[in-house]
């Protein structure tokens, strides 16, 4: 007897039978198809014009890590360090420019221009270093993802058991508002090829920049999106479980804790590998840049040229979007196993299956020293974006 059916009598009455003969390429009751396409998409169109050291088969729903010749694991650290080194040199030459010290501090032109380049240097200086946790992962650990999707797979056999920011790279170079216009100008009327060198060169990093940036962003937006959607629904389907069966006195629920002890392992090891260094930066720098975003949205409403100004708006719902959508679910996650924990220790009587769940914890999201990602948690988040965008407009 195979270890489905077994659990399938144990379950005695939950009908299972219908997750058995789902095809192969459903994704499972985990995740959804959808997202699984998404990954998918996503590796074909950015293996193209950049460094991805993965391979994903649609059939099987495995990540495998290529292997790249020595030229390209350099390069693709080089672009993963290009980013944070170029946010560097922006808030350096903010600092001039607040300080009025230096050829940085230089503003010439109207009032516009002495609008936009402070408002340009901040904006290039904060998103960098938002993803450039995703950005090392890919490029400096590459075995993180598949340790961590790959897992997903063998969860849903147990549970069947028991690009916007590149088409602005051009207008920010014409109109000299990139930071690097300070070392590259291009306002020579009679140095013709120089103009064109240095208007190829700034184009080329921050076109490499900007790949960077989105390549990193879909990965954190696709692979998150698909982890944090198993745990949560692994963290439902188990409280679930253990309500129904908790009726019948010959189903084990010790299976269900065992279970819920792998995820907990699972998710220990996404936390300590990723989710502890990469959520931190993605926050602060993403809360930073929504916060900066929602103040240009309303401040330079009519200040700013129309081809520049819609770069604010739609920062600004991008990032919600981005921080409403994973904030979401990985506290559902949280509440969800929370749940589960209280309904065992409320109804395991054996004294050995209380011991066992003496061990447990919540499952979640870690950010770093700060904790787990709870609803309280994110009400906080949200509370501090919209105090410090308020307190952004009515100080300057």
Known sequence: ????????????????ARWLHAP???????????????LNLYRNVFVKFSILPFSFTLSDRLIRVD?????????????????????????YLLRNIIYGRGEDAKLKGDDV???????????LGLVPPSLMGMSYAISFCPEVAPSIVNCILRFEKKFFGPIAIIALVPPAIVMNVDPLSIWFSTLCEDCTTRKVAFYTVRSLILTMISAEIAKAGLAFLIIGLIVIFA?????????NYIKWITASPTVSKLEMVR?????QIWNQHTNASFCYSAIPPLLFFGVATNIFANYATIKLYGVVPNMLYPVAPWTSLLGGIFLM?????????YENSSRFLTWVKGHLIDKYDRRVTYSLRPIGAQCGPFGVITNSWMS?????????TATALLTF
């Open 325 to 333: 959508t994973l904030l979401p679910l990985a506290a559902k996650t």
């Open 380 to 388: 906080r988040l949200v509370d501090t974006i919209l105090n410090y």
């Open 231 to 239: 745990v949560a629904e692994a963290t439902e389907k188990l409280d």
């Open 24 to 38: 192969n390429k459903s994704g499972g009751e985990l995740v959804s198809p959808g997202m699984w396409i998404l």
């Open 1 to 16: 007897m195979s270890e489905f059916q077994r659990n399938q009598r144990n379950f005695n009455g939950i009908d299972l």
């Open 259 to 263: 279970l819920y002890q792998e995820l």
């Open 113 to 123: 221009f002495n609008i936009l380049r402070p408002v340009a240097v901040i904006y």
């Open 67 to 91: 292997r790249l010749t020595r030229g390209k694991r350099l390069v693709s650290k080089c672009l993963s360090v290009l980013g944070p080194i170029h946010s560097l040199i922006c808030f």
